[in-house]
């Protein structure tokens, strides 16, 4: 592998489904017979709010159930060995990542554990329910929506996010199925600009032929053994 500083790591729900959270569009994806596209969009919370906000009442009671698993543990590893630049762009709503110990890391589709008021604009740490739940603490409107990135809305941080893919050396790419734009054009942003490449995921992606290398298999396998062999790599460099 040529010299290596700079990662940037893309991970989706398939890192998240080993701890017991459902990914998105498998065969027990999370809608059920809805299509994600028709329920996570900022008409659907207008059309139906206690609908909405109930599915992520209920996402985020869930939170407490699960546990990080090896997948998310080694990359806490990675986060705090690795010497160099490292960026976490996590896809998931979930805290598996932060509860496993990792801290370069920032979550571009939100939290379910933040609020954000339509009122005002605030985003607050939030760990309840939101049906019937309280008013925003700063403003004081009964206006708390998941603060979570609907369809059609921008996801977060973008402008920090493709810098640093513009500047990796080396993009990977865990548990996503490539489906969901902007994250599903990383890769090539990342490969253009100069980049190695490389998906770890159950079975190839949508843009899997972007990648320079795919590994196929479950992540609590895949990602620690990725994790050993660059971390020993830069380790022999050194
Ligand atoms: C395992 C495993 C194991 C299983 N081990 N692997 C037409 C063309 C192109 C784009 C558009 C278009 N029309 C509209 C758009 C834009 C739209 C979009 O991409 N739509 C697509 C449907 C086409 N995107 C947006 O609207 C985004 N905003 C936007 O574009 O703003 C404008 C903009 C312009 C310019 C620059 C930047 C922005 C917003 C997207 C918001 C997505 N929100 C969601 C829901 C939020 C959270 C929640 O409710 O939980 O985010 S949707 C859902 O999909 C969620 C996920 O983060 C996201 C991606 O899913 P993910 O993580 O890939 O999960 P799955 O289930 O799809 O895949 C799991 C994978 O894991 C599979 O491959 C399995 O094989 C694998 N796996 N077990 C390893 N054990
Ligand atoms: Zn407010």
């Known amino acids: 592998m040529p010299d290596i500083q700079k990662i940037v790591v893309l991970t989706g729900a398939g890192i998240s489904a080993e701890s017991g959270l459902a990914t998105f569009r498998g065969p027990d994806g999370l809608w059920e017979g809805r299509r994600v596209e028709d329920i996570c969009t900022p008409e659907a919370l207008e059309r139906d709010r206690a609908l909405v906000l109930d599915f992520y009442d209920h996402r985020r009671r869930a939170l407490t159930q699960v546990a990080p698993n090896p997948a998310h543990e080694a990359l806490a590893r990675l986060d705090a060995e690795w010497p160099g630049e490292l960026l976490i762009v996590t896809q998931n709503v979930d805290d598996l990542h932060e509860r496993a110990g990792a801290a370069r890391i920032l979550h571009m589709h939100g939290a379910l554990l933040s609020a954000l008021c339509e009122g005002c604009g605030e985003r607050r740490l939030f760990g309840g329910d939101m049906l019937d739940g309280p008013r925003c603490e700063i403003c004081g409107q009964d206006a708390l929506r998941p603060d979570i990135v609907f369809f ?30 902007p994250a599903a054009g990383f890769v090539e942003a990342a490969r253009h600009a100069g980049a190695d490449t490389l ?38 460099e050194n």
Request: proline letters at 6%; a negative charge.
């Open 152 to 181: 059609g809305e921008m996801p977060y941080e973008m402008e920090r996010i493709e810098r640093a893919v513009m500047d990796a050396d080396l993009f990977v790419s865990i548990g996503t199925s490539g489906a969901v734009y």
């Open 199 to 236: 998906e770890l995921n159950l079975e190839p992606s949508a843009g899997s032929v972007f990648f320079h290398e795919t590994r196929l298999g479950p992540a609590s396998v895949m990602v620690p053994e990725w994790v050993d062999e660059i971390l020993a790599e830069q380790a022999a």
